[in-house]
């Protein structure tokens, strides 16, 4: 698409959006509401559907996965923001005198990334059209077709419930020059992508909210004793849609004198072990291109399929493949993010000394994501808090569930801010909040307390006495 013939494109996606949030801006409460369930319904309803022709079209990740995304996604997002008050009043601090007003910010443009093609239209919807927001999804160009059939059945589901159907839009042939289009045209930007769109959109001049690069350290302490529920969590959570999540285990550190068990619970839950270095090199041949760039041949690939390239036996059942890895942060590649189920085995023999070293692979990709530690001594808790360089850390759940569960305070959310550390703006889970414009009213309160000047600066007072 040439230049001029893109840009009146996007100019006209962006008219259609304003025009169309114009007239939602205006809805209540009620009425967004009964937009966004239209939303999840949609997204959940579709979820087989919608899996098999991003699987298709992609060849990434599974079916299976794809479709636990597909329906858990829009169930715990809707029910995060169902009863949360998005228009007009929202707070009303009587102490300060505030009252808060909330507004929508108008057009949003969001970056969908080839791993999630269809969950993130979902996901990144129900919460930019939550705060009575447009939004204008840019796809990447190897999913484009899922994607954007993906929002043509939103358009279909929100015109139910007499919503205009440009509040969702979607570029239809996406390039890199489109997308900095849309972002540069639109009132604010949500990036769940790669590093280089996130940078991108930190780049287009527009409010942005990004994320950071996953490289999820896992911690056992020395007194934890459930060695297979261990097991089956870090195996779960790192086969899920074949390890594409940013959230999917990396490296999983083990004490000294429970390796042997360890390794043994991991097989028994599908794990395949080696640790030859005739086969870790070849591995890390198969995983990394030169200068330890992730080889796009092996994004989502299956355990079985990565087997097979490397010649090893199997019976077919396997789940993950699991090496040791001694090295810490560039010493080797395998101490970064792998999107594919490999996981690696990190021996220590000292908690605080494994802490450091997964704060080194933090430090060195990774910062401001995830970790999860699984053990109930206090100390090694707040040790771990406070050197780990991470938004999130997981007591004895997966990193996966730093995404939102139902059983911790994590907010659902497609977009896990990293904070400073991963170059964001937010280091929190994206919500409807951050896509709301307030209008804070401010009134006096005259039993406010003033603080005296010997209140406030008590030596300089006394000087002058």
């Known amino acids: ?130 705060g009575r927001n447009a939004v204008i999804f840019c796809p990447h160009p190897k999913a484009k077709k899922s994607t954007y059939h993906m929002c043509e059945l939103l358009r279909e589901a929100v015109a139910k419930v007499g919503c205009p159907k440009d509040i969702i839009q979607c570029v239809e042939e996406p390039t890199l020059e489109t997308s900095q289009m849309v972002m540069s045209a639109c009132d604010a930007v949500v990036a769940t992508g790669g590093p280089g769109m996130v940078r991108a959109a930190y780049s287009s001049g527009k409010p942005s909210f990004g994320v950071g690069q996953g490289n999820v350290q896992m911690i056992l302490g020395d007194d934890y004793e459930d060695l297979e529920k261990f097991a089956e969590d870090s195996i779960s959570c790192r086969t899920f849609d074949m390890g594409l999540g940013c959230t999917s285990d990396q490296m999983v550190h083990i004490p000294a004198d429970k390796y042997d068990a360890v390794k043994d619970a991991f097989v028994r839950h599908g794990a395949l072990y080696f640790d030859d270095k005739e086969t870790i090199d070849k591995l890390r041949n198969l995983i990394f291109e030169e200068g330890g760039r992730l080889s796009r041949d092996c994004v989502g690939n299956t355990a079985v399929e990565l087997a097979d390239k490397l010649g090893i036996e199997h019976d077919g059942n396997i789940r993950t493949l699991l090496l040791p890895c001694d090295a810490v942060a560039e010493e080797d590649y395998f101490t970064k993010e792998i999107l594919c189920p490999i996981e690696r085995l990190h021996k220590y023999t000292d908690f605080k000394q494994t802490v450091e070293d997964a704060r080194k692979n933090y430090l060195m990709e990774g910062q401001g994501h995830v970790s999860a530690l699984y053990t109930e001594n206090q100390d090694y808790i707040s040790y771990a808090g406070e050197r780990l360089p991470v938004c999130r850390l997981m007591i004895c759940q997966t990193a996966g569930a730093g995404a939102g569960r139902y059983n911790n305070g994590f907010n659902g959310t497609n977009t896990l801010g990293c904070g400073f550390w991963g170059g964001n703006s937010i280091d929190e889970n994206l919500s409807y909040k951050h896509l709301i414009q307030y209008t804070r009213i401010s009134t006096v309160v005259p039993e406010m307390h003033e603080p005296t000047f010997e209140e406030i600066f008590p030596d300089l007072a006394a000087e002058k006495k």
């Open 1 to 130: 698409m040439a230049y001029v013939e893109a840009n009146d494109y996007v100019k006209g996606l962006v008219a259609k959006a304003k025009a169309a949030q114009a007239i939602v801006g205006e809805y209540t409460q009620e009425q967004i509401d009964a937009v966004v369930y239209e939303v999840a319904k949609c997204g959940y309803l579709t979820a087989y559907e919608m899996a098999v022709m991003a699987h298709e079209e992609t060849g990434m990740g599974s079916v299976e996965g794809k479709f636990g995304k597909n329906t858990k996604t829009p169930q715990m997002q809707w029910w995060d923001v169902h009863d949360k008050k998005s228009v007009g009043v929202v707070e009303v601090d009587k102490e300060k005198g505030f009252v808060c007003i909330a507004k929508p910010c108008g057009v949003v443009a969001s970056i969908v990334p080839t791993t999630n093609p269809t969950v993130t239209p979902v996901g990144n919807g129900i919460q930019i059209l939550k």
